[in-house]
């Protein structure tokens, strides 16, 4: 069933648009540094994520790197993953904006800023939450990149709700909204925790609700605690912003989006996937991650591996074994182990991604 049927039966949730780009259903796949990759948005989008994005990118690198079989991942798109975007992060204004035209020239439909990323080494390099520290350079990264990118083509913004909890990083944290808005942005995804808090405590979802009220009508994302497909519902019913991105709670498990379509039908909560139907998954991500990575694809998979295994009965067993992955004929050793017989699956624990990092 596609967006737009699934959508009118769901009144109460809007499709979602980013400019003149049409994504459809609401709750889409996040960026996540070093998991975002073709094969992890094609198997997203074919279990039901309306839109992804691609892992971040820095403008550097963008301007530097050369269509080889050790780099062309980064910049790789495929025809059934239409609309994508290309989530890009740098410190330096008119390099940022070079960068963002290559990820127009790769053929992403989005370009997106990343305002948010916590890690100590981007901060280091003023790059990525180092910027709302700044307004003044963020914005005019937001100017420079939304002037160089063609019309047609959204550019959106990704931030965290402040440095911390000082006054002054809320006023910088409205001042770079409104700015980002005024300079033509499409939509902003807010994460509810601050660049100080990295992944620890709650995200403060009543922020969102507050940004949403703020900015009225203006297009608004949320992000932070969406581990299953009741968090992606209620943040958008208890904040009201216009929709969610899933990070963590996407790795390893991207029945969550055909199971917030289901629950937004107003339909009971889907079974988790059967042990086979985790199977059939699991083969086809690996075949993807062949296509693209040659024989790398079975230790770039076992990170994949460890995380899909939440969703199996003998979850802490299996983790270990994919942990120890090295090659095909192990990876096939622990499927024909662990997956042989169908048996009920079960929802990933909520500790599962607890110390995954994303930006």
Not at 15 to 42: C, K, T
Not at 82 to 93: I, K
Not at 149 to 177: A, Y
Not at 282 to 303: F, N, T, V
Request: aromatic content about 8%; glycine content about 8%; some cysteine.
């Amino acid at each position: 069933m596609n967006d737009s049927a699934l959508l009118t039966e769901t009144p109460h949730l809007p499709p979602l648009s980013l400019g003149p780009v049409e994504i459809g259903f609401p709750v889409v796949q996040a960026a996540l540094s070093g998991y975002s990759d073709w094969p992890m948005r094609v198997i997203a989008r074919r279990a039901g994520a309306s839109y992804t994005l691609c892992e971040v990118m820095l403008d550097q690198f963008l301007l530097a790197v050369k269509q080889r079989n050790k780099t062309r991942h980064f910049l790789h798109i495929s025809d059934e993953e239409h609309p994508v975007g290309g989530q890009l992060m740098g410190a330096e204004p008119e390099q940022f904006a070079a960068g963002a035209l290559r990820l127009v020239e790769a053929g992403f439909d989005v370009i997106d800023i990343n305002f948010g990323c916590p890690v100590k080494k981007v901060l280091g390099r003023c790059r990525g939450g180092f910027h709302l520290s700044q307004p003044e350079v963020a914005l005019e990264i937001v100017r420079r990149t939304r002037d160089i990118v063609p019309d047609p083509i959204p550019v959106t913004v990704k931030m965290r709700r402040g440095i911390d909890d000082s006054e002054q990083s809320r006023d910088n944290f409205f001042t770079i909204i409104d700015g980002a808005f005024d300079a033509g942005v499409a939509a902003v995804t807010v994460h509810g925790r601050t660049v100080e808090q990295r992944y620890k405590g709650p995200s403060r979802w009543s922020f969102l609700k507050e940004v949403k009220q703020h900015v009225g009508d203006r297009t608004i994302l949320g992000s932070g605690d969406l581990f299953t497909a009741d968090d992606c519902l209620r943040m958008i019913r208890e904040t009201g912003i216009d929709g969610v991105t899933v990070a963590r709670g996407a790795i390893g498990n991207p029945w969550i989006f055909a199971q917030a379509r289901a629950l937004a039908q107003g339909l009971e909560l889907p079974a988790p996937p059967t042990v086979l139907e985790q199977r059939a998954v699991m083969e086809s991500h690996y075949d993807l991650m062949q296509q693209m990575y040659g024989d790398r694809a079975p230790m770039l998979m076992r990170k994949f591996a460890i995380k899909y295994s939440a969703s199996h009965p003998e979850f802490d067993a299996l983790k270990v074994a994919f942990s120890r992955l090295k090659s095909a004929e192990e990876f096939v050793a622990v499927l024909d182990q662990y997956y042989r017989q169908d048996r009920p699956g079960q929802y990933p624990p909520s500790t599962v991604h607890a110390t995954q990092q994303e930006c």
